[in-house]
């Protein structure tokens, strides 16, 4: 799994080309949009993405990519503060389960959990939290993929 310090030096290298790092691939991703849940006042959504992890990567260009697919045109000034404003702290399997569950009660027809029942875990990072942010997001990678979960609200 990566650090800051390989964003750092990613970050070098790719200057100002952040917005172009969008393509991974086999990405998909599911979106649960506000009328997905229970209480659609509260204006949450939720996006899962995943990917087969690619040869060679850490994580860190599977984690751009998923950042990415939320649609930045129009905030591209924004994505370096964003993307270096993370926390990448460690957490173990139980912590990424207990995130997800958490942010997937309240909907109507939530996600079969834990959503990769089936492989090894190998490490996950909370990149941010509603400790400081209005958002959730939590990349954990797997034996044969990467999980990238955000949960955010406009309310």
Same mark, same amino acid.
């Given at each position: $799994?990566?650090?800051? /310090?390989?964003?750092?030096?990613?970050?070098?290298?790719?200057?100002?080309?952040?917005?172009?790092?969008? !393509?991974?691939?086999?990405?998909?991703? /599911?979106?649960? %949009?506000? =009328?997905?849940?229970? +209480?659609?006042d509260? @204006? @949450?959504? /939720?996006?899962?993405?995943r990917?087969?992890?690619a040869?060679?990567?850490n994580?860190?260009?599977?984690?751009? !990519?998923?950042?990415?697919?939320d649609?930045?045109?129009?905030?591209? %000034?924004?994505?370096?503060d =964003?993307?270096?404003? !993370? =926390?990448?702290?460690? /957490?173990?399997?139980?912590a990424?389960?207990?995130? +997800?569950a958490?942010?997937?009660?309240?909907l109507?027809?939530?996600?079969i959990?834990?959503? !990769?029942?089936?492989? +090894?875990?190998?490490g996950?990072?909370l $990149? =941010?939290? $509603?400790?400081?942010?209005?958002? +959730?997001?939590?990349?954990a @990678?797997?034996e044969?993929?990467?999980i990238h979960?955000?949960?955010?609200?406009?309310?």
């Amino acid at each position: $799994m990566f650090c800051r /310090i390989d964003y750092e030096k990613l970050l070098q290298i790719e200057c100002c080309r952040l917005q172009h790092l969008g !393509a991974y691939r086999g990405l998909f991703y /599911i979106c649960y %949009p506000q =009328y997905a849940f229970q +209480v659609p006042d509260g @204006e @949450e959504s /939720i996006r899962i993405t995943r990917s087969p992890k690619a040869q060679g990567d850490n994580g860190l260009r599977f984690w751009l !990519a998923a950042e990415l697919a939320d649609d930045w045109r129009g905030r591209e %000034p924004y994505l370096h503060d =964003y993307l270096s404003g !993370a =926390y990448f702290e460690p /957490i173990n399997e139980l912590a990424f389960n207990d995130l +997800v569950a958490t942010y997937c009660s309240g909907l109507v027809t939530p996600p079969i959990l834990p959503l !990769a029942s089936d492989q +090894v875990f190998l490490g996950a990072l909370l $990149m =941010y939290s $509603m400790k400081t942010e209005f958002f +959730v997001s939590v990349i954990a @990678e797997y034996e044969s993929e990467f999980i990238h979960f955000a949960w955010e609200t406009t309310a």
